[in-house]
């Protein structure tokens, strides 16, 4: 039996305007122009004030026109003078609280056109003497390269695929021979391999030389490539019966050829480079450290004047129902815009008030340049300070940079969490890893140091760290173990 019950729950959803206000504070500067300038073009009632010093139109001087008209009130579905009389006639976002070299800034993407690996040995397989047939597996097994040149796939996966996709029935050996006869022997060298070691192989085979150091690095990589990958090299030395420095010649010839061969093409036909631009700039004068919003995250914003015409328009028309219907879409699109500047105030306000607070906690390290003054700092740091949420910094700090007198900075790197010494002080864990990252450049490569003879080094230095907190900083600064930063 159906039964209707009456409930009633208290809950919290983000309105769109709130959520889409998210998204803004995340936009670093690139992405901000180009948000803003999507909005521009969808939003006609919405338009850039041009800085040239004369022009402060607004609302207030249609104030002035109407009154004089001594029009009477118009009997619509929304109040006309909530947008030709507002509390706060301006509806432009303006500081002063942006750098004055934000011409330094310029940016011009550099379209460049580019030929992917893809296309690049289709060319060449079309050129080869080969058979219809083979040829049409040959062009199967080169769409299935990554874009490092390999093929990941078994071989049994790709006779499968060309049953069922291509109607092509082969076997095992005859897809091997043609990629081992044909697209193997593609330029670059090294393509269409199944791993490492086969790459690597296949480039040292194209090297026709009677040089020993060539010869020995052959042997090496096909038959001793696991005593290479683990540095075993007293093994290697005694299988071959060879000294030390003709070991090192045959690393060097190793050391030049690629892993990944597909890196130097394109993965798409066109690519984008676009340089960095900072979000905010850092500036010193007389000690102190000014925190400055580039402006292109402030601009200067208003509404339309057409469509403040129409609005006037309609105001003295109240029986046109063209006007009416005018103004309907008119009042969506104020609505949007006043909305949308609000939404760029409230940016502007939260980023300034964000790096004012994040250079209030590492003015040190502003100062200095010195990452050893880089202080332990958290997102709750900052959201005591500002007083907004943490995930509202989070959003703030997410892929932004400051230009600062030292250089330009990832803001997301000045956070850190913090440890305490045998000294009782507080200190960041970025600067422990700068301390251990000094310790192994200057380690021995002969006999690199392991995990816990770091501990003893850093414990010297005053940081009592476990040894598993050593093996996590060295992987999250992608050092290997010593095992494998051991050199000859």
Known sequence: MLKQNLQIKLGQKLAPQQIQLMKLIQLHTLEFQEELERELEENPALEVVKEDGGDEDDFSSLDADYESEGSESIDTDFDVDEYLYDDEPSYKTASSNFSADDEDFDNESLLTEGQSLYDYLMEQIHLSSIDEEDLKIAEYIIGNLDNDGYLRREIKAIVDDLAFSQGIYTTQEKVKEILENYVQKLDPAGVGARNLQECLLLQIEKKVS????????????????????????????????????????????????????????????????????????????DGQVIPLLNSRNAPTLRISEEYKEILSTYSHDKNSAEHKQAALFIKQKL??????????????????????????????????????????????????ITGFDISTISRVVKSKYADTPNGIILLKNLFSDSLTNDDGEEVSTKEIKNHLQEVISQED???????????????????????????????????????????L
Not at 212 to 220: E, H, R, S
């Open 445 to 487: 490569k002969r006999k690199p140091l392991t995990d816990d003879a770091l501990v003893d080094v850093l414990k010297e230095k005053g940081y009592n760290i476990a040894r598993r907190t050593i093996a996590k900083y060295r992987e999250q600064l992608n050092i290997p173990v010593a095992r494998l930063r051991k050199e």
């Open 210 to 285: 009677r040089d020993k150091a060539v010869i020995l690095a052959g042997n090496i990589l096909r038959h001793q490539f696991d005593a290479l990958i683990n540095k075993h090299y007293g093994k290697i030395i005694n299988k071959y019966n060879i000294e030390e420095e003709d070991l090192k010649e045959a690393l060097e010839v190793i050391s030049k050829l690629s892993p990944k061969v597909g890196g130097n093409f394109d993965t798409q036909t066109i690519t984008i480079n676009q340089e960095i631009i900072p979000d905010f700039v850092i500036q010193i004068k």
């Open 335 to 384: 609505d949007a815009a006043k909305w949308y500047i609000d939404a760029i105030n409230q940016r502007q306000n939260t980023l300034l008030q964000t790096i004012s607070a994040i250079v209030k906690l590492q003015k040190e390290y502003f100062l200095t340049g010195d990452e050893k003054n880089i202080k332990p700092m958290i997102l709750k740091d900052v959201a005591d």
